[in-house]
């Protein structure tokens, strides 16, 4: 996946403007969006005025509090749906301080309800959920290259190329990759 720091930076801004957006649509103060994703109130504060990047895990507490996946609050800092998307428009969303990469292959759209992420995860990698932003979420796990050790729900799963692993996902989750290799995988959300 090819990584355009201008395009990461404009996504950044537009996300930092679409989290303070959505805590004000909610009418919650920052003490009552800390009560309920577990982000100290000092990191929101950073997140929504952009002087920091999110972290996947942070992403997904406020998912979990908005109730929302990571692909559709990342839509929402997109433009609008379109049919055809070549690859030099898939947004690539990356969080370098775990070495994870989404690029939405197929982004969701208010009219479709299912998308594609292709995911990389560097060696040595891991990342973890804390619960599903939407119980019940349908995931279908495609693996391309490397290893991963998932575990959904208390349950564990070690993946290699060629392994699909389908689950409805309604607890904690967390993905790691050996200290030898990373993953690259596809992600089908329904």
């Known amino acids: 996946m090819e990584n355009i720091d201008k395009l990461d930076q404009e996504t950044d801004r537009r996300l930092a403007r679409r989290l303070g957006a959505l805590r004000a649509e ?3 103060s920052l003490d009552e969006l800390t009560r309920r994703s577990g982000i100290s109130r000092a990191s929101l504060s ?8 999110p972290t996947a895990s942070v992403l997904g507490k406020l998912c979990g509090a908005y109730g929302m996946t990571m692909s559709r ?13 070549p690859p030099s428009a898939q947004p690539v969303w990356t969080d ?16 479709l309800a299912g998308e ?5 995860l560097d060696a040595g990698a891991r990342i973890s959920y804390d619960a599903s932003p939407r119980p019940g979420l349908e995931h279908h796990l495609l693996m391309l290259e490397g290893q991963l050790d998932i575990t959904v729900d208390g349950e564990r799963y070690l993946l290699a190329p060629g392994d699909c692993l389908r689950y ?9 990759t050996p200290a030898a290799g990373g ?3 596809l992600l089908f959300i329904l």
Do not use: H, K
């Open 96 to 111: 370098p301080g775990t070495g994870f990469a989404r690029r939405s292959v197929s982004p969701p759209a208010q009219t």
């Open 26 to 28: 909610r009418g919650w």
């Open 168 to 176: 409805q996902l309604s607890g904690p989750s967390a993905f790691a």
């Open 73 to 85: 609050l990342l839509r929402m800092v997109e433009d609008d749906f379109v049919a055809l998307i």
């Open 46 to 53: 950073r997140l929504e005025n952009g002087d920091v990047s």
């Open 116 to 120: 594609v992420l292709e995911c990389q």
């Open 183 to 185: 993953a690259r995988y």
